[in-house]
């Protein structure tokens, strides 16, 4: 490692919900740290992922989407897509080339760009994601567009899903990066702790898992995370952790009947979770109601919002 000609700094990835933010960070890791499911408005919270190489050190953000706020929730996530944006050394706006049928949205580009990425002050790359679902064609028309109408530093298009283009945007963003010694050291992906992605593995499956409102109307708190590891190594993990919800209705379908879809998720999640560990879990889940819990600044707070 050349200290001398050594980048580290930050990356923000802003985009709206959905566009594929935490798969692109998941990529460039080589690694899923980040919660990643079809959905929309998966990523709540700011989740710092590191990137290592010879030349560099990226700490990258991966945020939440940009949408319209509904509840005191929306505003929470918001304010942490606008600390990232402070933070950042760089700013990569991500922008899917498609949308399901739906072609490449210049609306929502627009207030991307005007409204958040503009504003931060920062260099920034409007990166062109799932060039997987679209002809190379188009593609070249809309990087001329968006060059000429914004002025970023580069319109790179990929694909976070295939990798395609990937190693691109690291080339890209590595000039922006102050020259600095590495932040962190070089073998760590993250500076959140295991808990908290604990709780983040348990919110996706019930993303996965549940339909309709369900997955928006939960959130997830570790009550306890107790390392029993130390003296025996085959000893289990205990984690318990309760699902919050905002009616009795949906602790219902959380449960399902007999407890089948709640032994569901515990099965799905406590796999996950002994894969990020490494080591046995025992994981107990809770399902609690806590009417508005979206609305509550208190509530909301108690959650790390
Ligand atoms: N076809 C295709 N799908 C992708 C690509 N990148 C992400 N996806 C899919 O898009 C969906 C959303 O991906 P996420 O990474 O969760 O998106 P996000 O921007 O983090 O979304 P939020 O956390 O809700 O803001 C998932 O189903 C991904 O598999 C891509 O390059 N091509
Ligand atoms: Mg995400």
Redesign the pocket.
């Known amino acids: 490692m050349q200290l001398s000609s050594f980048s580290c700094g930050h990356a923000a990835f802003v985009?709206?919900?959905?566009?594929?933010?935490?798969?692109?960070l998941n990529r460039l890791l080589d690694h899923k740290l980040?919660?990643?499911?079809?959905?929309?408005?998966?990523?709540r919270k700011k989740i710092t992922g590191i990137y290592h190489d010879d030349r560099s050190q990226i700490v990258i953000l991966?945020t939440?989407?940009i949408m319209d706020p509904k509840q005191a929730l929306h505003e929470s996530m918001l304010e942490i897509t606008r600390q990232s944006l402070r933070e950042a050394d760089v700013i990569v706006a991500?922008i899917?080339l498609a949308k399901g049928d739906e072609p490449f949205d210049r609306k929502f580009a627009e207030e991307l760009i005007s409204k958040w990425v503009k504003p931060a002050g920062k260099p920034f790359i409007i990166a062109l994601?799932?060039?997987?679902?679209v002809s190379g064609s188009i593609v070249a028309d809309i990087q001329n567009e968006l060059v000429d109408a914004y002025r970023p530093l580069a319109v790179p298009a990929?694909?976070?899903?295939?990798g395609d283009n990937v190693q691109e945007l690291v080339e890209l963003i590595r000039p922006t990066l102050p020259l600095d010694e590495p932040l962190y050291p070089d073998d760590i992906l993250s500076i959140e702790p295991e808990r908290f992605f604990a709780s983040e593995i348990v919110r996706e499956k019930i993303f996965i898992l549940y339909g309709r409102e369900i997955p928006y109307s939960t959130e997830v708190v570790i009550d306890e995370f107790k390392e029993q590891h130390e003296n025996d190594p085959r000893k289990k993990e205990l984690i318990r952790c309760s699902i919050i919800v905002e009616r009795n209705s949906q602790k219902q379908i959380i449960v399902g009947a007999k407890g089948a879809a709640l032994k569901k998720l515990g099965q799905a999640a406590r796999l996950d979770i002994e894969n990020m560990l490494g080591r046995p879990v025992y994981l107990e889940i809770f399902v609690k109601v806590r009417p508005d819990w979206r609305k509550k600044k208190n509530l909301l707070k108690s959650y790390g919002y």
Do not use: C, E, R, Y
């Open positions: 985009g709206a919900p959905n566009a594929g933010k935490s798969t692109l980040s919660i990643v499911t079809p959905k929309p408005q998966t990523t991966d939440p989407g991500l899917p994601n799932k060039s997987d679902l990929l694909s976070a899903l295939s």
